[in-house]
């Protein structure tokens, strides 16, 4: 698999989002299950594994997703880059007494679950109460102590990013970025490229409605899918974005590729820094959105197919400012 820098960490181009083997998609599949497809996933070329502290059935706890994470990847460490997320927020930092001491007791029972003495790259996961400067003051330090290699920030506009950055260099940026979530295009992805920072996009394929597989027809499970409040994902609004979903399967069959696949291409194509973490807990749909990163654009290609989706009106909008 073809591979990219986010910072001075050198990725799979494609990488994991690992979140659905606890939370977001319905019933969680087994543990043997999420491990087995975290691992098919490694020996097939990836190496980029994003999980978050607070994944796990229902919010309803702490660590159940980056033990799964831990227990696949445990062998193969080396081999890997390992991102993981906290929250934070300032009644903790005032029981700990400095937010350097409340970040460092998140990541200490981070490392303990994902069985590892060192994290790759340590976002926060929502801004909060705590101010960004302090935390990339702490953060600044983890590094210096050689716990963690480099640091991010989630759902942020170009203001946080900044003051962040001033304090302590940003590795990378996590924020909701798909064809049907551009925001970022506006001034997060061109001020991350001026400064060297990556921009990991979650939801790359807008929780599968880029994949053509979610019609109108389509029912989620009524307990802990996210689908369900997805914008994109309302029955009027899967209707209203069909002539994109048309579009990607018009170049799928020119490329002999999936959709989903044409999707990802798209924003990989689009910009050197990005680097997309499509998540899944199917064994299957992990490896075939793994593969995007062989399929190949023109210039010409991807000029018309950005062209042609430029004419198509977005039904549903997220972002990624709330």
């Avoid at 990607?248 to 999936?258: I, N």
């Avoid at 689009?270 to 997309?276: A, D």
């Amino acid at each position: 698999m073809k591979t990219r820098k986010i910072g001075e960490l050198t990725v799979s181009a494609v990488g994991m989002g690992c979140m659905a083997f606890s939370h977001g998609y319905g019933q969680i599949p087994p543990e043997t299950y999420s491990v087995e497809a975290i691992q098919n996933a490694y020996r097939h070329g990836c190496t980029f594994f994003d999980t978050a502290e607070i994944y796990s059935p229902n919010l309803s706890g702490t660590g159940h997703n980056e033990r799964i994470v831990g227990k696949a990847l445990r062998d193969v460490r080396q081999g890997v880059v390992l991102a993981t997320k906290l929250f934070l927020d300032r009644s903790e930092v005032r029981r700990a007494g400095s937010v350097y001491d409340a970040v460092r007791r998140h990541l200490e029972a981070s490392m303990e679950w994902l069985q590892t003495d060192m994290v790759d790259l340590y976002y926060l996961h929502r801004t909060g109460g705590v101010s960004v400067e302090e935390v990339a003051e702490a953060m600044g330090l983890l590094i210096e102590d050689g716990l963690i290699r480099g640091w991010g920030l989630s759902q942020v506009d170009v203001g946080v990013i900044e003051r962040a950055q001033r304090v302590t260099p940003l590795t990378a940026i996590q924020n909701i970025y798909s064809m049907v979530e551009r925001d970022v295009e506006k001034a997060v992805i061109p001020y991350c490229l001026e400064h060297e920072i990556g921009m990991v996009p979650f939801s790359p394929i807008a929780s599968g409605l880029l994949s053509g597989k979610i019609t109108t027809e389509t029912n989620f499970e009524r307990n802990n899918d996210v689908r369900n409040w997805v914008p994109q994902l309302s029955k009027a609004n899967i209707a209203g974005n069909q002539p994109i979903i048309d579009l990607l399967k018009q170049y799928a069959d020119k490329k002999q590729a999936t959709p989903a696949q044409i999707s990802l291409v798209w924003m990989l194509h689009k910009y050197p820094n990005v680097v997309p973490i499509p998540g899944s807990k199917n064994k299957e749909r992990i490896i075939e959105n793994l593969d995007a990163s062989l399929v190949e654009l023109t210039d010409e290609e991807f000029c018309s197919l950005e062209a042609a989706l430029n004419q198509c009106k977005v039904y549903g909008h997220r972002g990624f400012t709330r």
